[in-house]
């Protein structure tokens, strides 16, 4: 499936012969990040099977091996099509966004607004490094789940505020002795 500019599915392959794609890297220093590639056909263990491939041989669009495009076999889960394009627009501090960096897009959480808004500082969890970028740099992180894109889930603020206070059955009443404080 396929999603549109509208979210909608169709039943099109998004990982046919020549699809443009993004690619999952598990090996170590890459997680969290995705890279574009080019499908350049599917592995099946049987050409009369009828079910989908499970992996698929990719070229790379930015990674490179002996100055040449990288070209490697792939998992399918580790492939979602390229997410689509969205208008500029402005990001604000705690919301999840894919930042272009290293030549792939890494996810990450905005933790400060720039410059008015024209640059963002990112953290990174993978990496626990914090680096600023141009809002061009930036992207909304989306999940690719079941054949659709998906934005990550909103965090209401109502939630943290109830969070914060404690309720009368979460109060804790007694004393502390000294060596108890001791031992924390």
């Given at each position: 499936?396929?999603?549109?500019?509208?979210?909608?599915?169709?039943?099109?392959?998004?990982?046919?012969?020549?699809?443009?794609?993004?690619?999952?890297?598990?090996?170590?220093?890459?997680?969290?990040?995705?890279?574009?590639?080019?499908?350049?056909?599917?592995?099946?263990?049987?050409?009369?099977?009828?079910?989908?491939?499970?992996?698929?041989?990719?070229q790379f669009h930015t990674?490179?091996?002996?100055d040449q495009p990288l070209?490697?076999?792939?998992?399918?889960?580790?492939?979602?099509?390229?997410?689509?394009?969205?208008?500029?627009?402005?990001?604000?501090?705690?919301?999840?966004?894919?930042?272009?960096?290293?030549?792939?897009?890494?996810?990450?959480?905005?933790?400060?607004?720039?410059?008015?808004?024209?640059?963002?500082?990112?953290?990174?969890?993978?990496?626990r490094e914090q680096i600023?970028?141009?809002?061009?740099?930036?992207?909304?992180?989306?999940?690719?789940?079941?054949?659709?894109?998906?934005?990550?889930?909103?965090?209401?603020?109502?939630?943290?505020?109830?969070?914060?206070?404690?309720?009368?059955?979460?109060?804790?009443?007694?004393?502390?002795?000294?060596?108890?404080?001791?031992?924390?």
């Amino acid at each position: 499936m396929v999603t549109s500019k509208s979210g909608e599915s169709s039943s099109e392959n998004p990982f046919k012969r020549g699809a443009q794609v993004e690619v999952s890297l598990e090996d170590e220093g890459f997680r969290g990040s995705w890279y574009t590639a080019t499908v350049v056909r599917s592995l099946s263990n049987n050409k009369t099977s009828k079910k989908p491939p499970r992996r698929l041989f990719l070229q790379f669009h930015t990674l490179t091996a002996l100055d040449q495009p990288l070209r490697e076999a792939v998992d399918l889960i580790l492939v979602r099509p390229i997410p689509p394009r969205e208008s500029r627009r402005r990001f604000h501090v705690s919301e999840d966004v894919d930042a272009f960096h290293n030549d792939g897009w890494w996810e990450g959480i905005v933790t400060a607004v720039l410059d008015g808004g024209n640059r963002y500082s990112v953290f990174f969890r993978s990496s626990r490094e914090q680096i600023d970028f141009a809002e061009s740099q930036l992207r909304v992180h989306r999940e690719w789940v079941y054949g659709k894109w998906v934005p990550p889930l909103e965090d209401d603020p109502k939630d943290d505020d109830l969070a914060l206070q404690p309720s009368q059955e979460s109060r804790v009443s007694g004393r502390c002795s000294p060596q108890a404080s001791t031992d924390l």
